[in-house]
């Protein structure tokens, strides 16, 4: 069964910091990894999509990194500012078994606090 | 519309009661999800459809759920009998054709409360 892990749960950093988030996961056979950023009471914005024979991909002040083989990716954001502040999302498109779905496998994300 | 709706966005129910939350998807997404997200947690697959098929329903937690696309664009998830453990934010999202490349681009989703 495919899992999810994102560490820190909770991050607070300075205005101005780069910061690295990280996401691990049991199951190399994906389709792609997608970071999203979730705002209170809001739903879920799409940040990098990365697909599995890709290794990174940029957006902005963005950056996403894929090693499948290890089961990790980790996202990178420069010179964080306080809109910055949300939770962030790291969730695999588990390559479909007999019976499976397009279901994503998301883990429990990681706040992040801009001050 | 320009993205995924879900209406209402906040529903208080009496432990009991049933429950209906729509969602309507970006015009013409061929697939469509519906997630539950507990306080604290990431999103948690519950159905899935293509079209007016519900292909895989396996997440969902009991046969009080059930959900219904039937033109294959709006969809709802009904709750039955409402549990106080069913109280969660429900995510709604639909993607354009083939998900294992295409992004997920989500609702604002419902936030629950049973009583």
């Known amino acids: 069964k495919q899992e999810v892990t994102q560490i820190p749960a909770a991050l607070s950093v300075p205005e101005g910091e780069n910061l690295v988030l990280n996401c691990s996961f049991t199951?190399?056979?994906?389709?792609?990894l997608q970071w999203f950023r979730q705002d209170p009471g809001k739903g879920l914005t799409s940040l990098l999509l990365i697909q599995s024979s890709q290794r990174e991909q940029t957006s902005g002040r963005l950056n996403a990194s894929l090693d499948k083989s290890s089961g990790r990716s980790t996202l990178y954001i420069a010179a964080s500012q306080p809109g910055d502040s949300a939770t962030y999302l790291c969730?695999?498109?588990?390559?479909?078994?007999?019976?499976?779905?397009?279901?994503?496998?998301f883990g429990k994300g990681t706040k992040l606090t801009v001050n | 519309g320009a993205g995924v709706s879900q209406s209402p966005r906040y529903k208080v129910a009496k432990r009991g009661q049933d429950v209906a939350l729509r969602c309507d998807p970006i015009?013409?997404?061929?697939?469509l999800f519906w997630y539950q997200q507990a306080l604290g947690q990431g999103p948690e697959f519950l159905t899935y459809f293509q079209n007016e098929a519900q292909l895989d329903k396996s997440g969902l937690p009991s046969d009080r759920f059930f959900a219904e696309r039937p033109e294959g664009s709006v969809s709802t998830l009904k709750i039955q009998r409402t549990q106080q453990e069913d109280s969660a934010v429900y995510l709604c999202?639909?993607?354009?054709?083939?998900?294992?490349?295409?992004?997920?681009?989500f609702g604002p989703g419902t936030r629950l409360t049973v009583l």
């Open positions: 969730a695999v498109h588990p390559i479909l078994t007999q019976g499976g779905s397009e279901k994503l496998v």
């Open positions: 999202a639909s993607s354009a054709r083939d998900s294992s490349t295409d992004t997920q681009y």
């Open positions: 199951d190399s056979a994906i389709y792609n």
């Open positions: 015009s013409g997404h061929v697939s």
